[in-house]
């Protein structure tokens, strides 16, 4: 059974702050991904990474960083929170090959004040 | 430029009905489809998929159709049961594209009345 472990479920930080969030899978998945879901606007990929030390930005790369530094843990940084990334993040794995099955973790929802 | 569109923001059904979700892509590279259903502060969770060399993927009480040409899928849930009201996110991808990217409808809340 897959599963992705997301460090926080709620987070409270303020404005200038900056903030780490941890995400762990335990089924030696190639890909790593994260999103965040806003309403109205469905899912929208931050970034991504297909193996250690990879990374490529997706389709809402500004103010954010990650990391992935071991295969089983990616982690997403906003180096400067502000108010328009109060949102829900999601992470998600899934093996490499060709088939895009992603499995997400239960999410963080994040505001800044 | 939305390439993933559930044009639904929300659908009521009865208990024992049919529910009949849709989506539209325009890529027409996209040749994988999926359906996540989300509960409240909880994940996505993996439904049901469908490849496009295929038109019908069915599981259970879920079968997804696809057609190509319209460029247009849909998830049938039937017969739909109270605990099937959730968020119901479709998704798309095309695997030439590299790292299985998927891209998101905007998700359409199903409701299940008794």
């Known amino acids: 059974d897959v599963k992705v472990t997301q460090s926080s479920r709620y987070l409270v930080k303020r404005t200038g702050e900056k903030v780490f969030l941890e995400c762990v899978q335990d089924?030696?998945?190639?890909?790593m991904f994260w999103y965040r879901q806003d309403p109205g606007l469905g899912l929208r990929l931050i970034y991504f990474?297909?193996?250690?030390?990879?990374?490529e930005k997706g389709d809402i790369p500004e103010g954010y960083s990650v990391s992935r530094e071991k295969k089983e843990r990616f982690s997403l940084i906003l180096e400067s929170a502000s108010t328009n990334q109060t949102s829900m993040y999601l992470c998600?794995?899934?093996?490499?090959?060709?088939?895009?099955?992603?499995?997400f973790g239960p999410g963080t929802r994040l505001l800044v004040l | 430029d939305q390439q993933v569109k559930q044009n639904s923001p929300s659908l009521s059904v009865q208990e024992g009905r049919i529910s009949i979700l849709n989506c539209d892509y325009t890529?027409?590279?996209?040749?994988?489809f999926l359906w996540y259903k989300k509960y409240p502060a909880e994940g996505p969770t993996f439904l049901i998929s469908?490849?496009?060399?295929?038109d019908k993927n069915e599981d259970g009480r879920f079968t997804v159709f696809l057609n190509k040409s319209a460029k247009h899928l849909s998830l049938h849930i039937v017969p739909s049961q109270p605990g099937d009201s959730a968020v119901y996110f479709c998704?798309?991808?095309?695997?030439?594209?590299?790292?299985?990217?998927?891209?998101f409808g905007q998700g359409t809340r199903l409701t299940i009345n008794p």
């Open positions: 998600a794995s899934s093996f490499g090959g060709t088939l895009g099955t992603q499995y």
């Open positions: 089924m030696d998945h190639e890909n």
């Open positions: 990474s297909y193996d250690v030390k990879m990374k």
């Open positions: 890529n027409s590279m996209f040749d994988y």
């Open positions: 469908i490849s496009s060399i295929k």
């Open positions: 998704a798309a991808s095309a695997t030439d594209q590299g790292a299985q990217k998927l891209v």
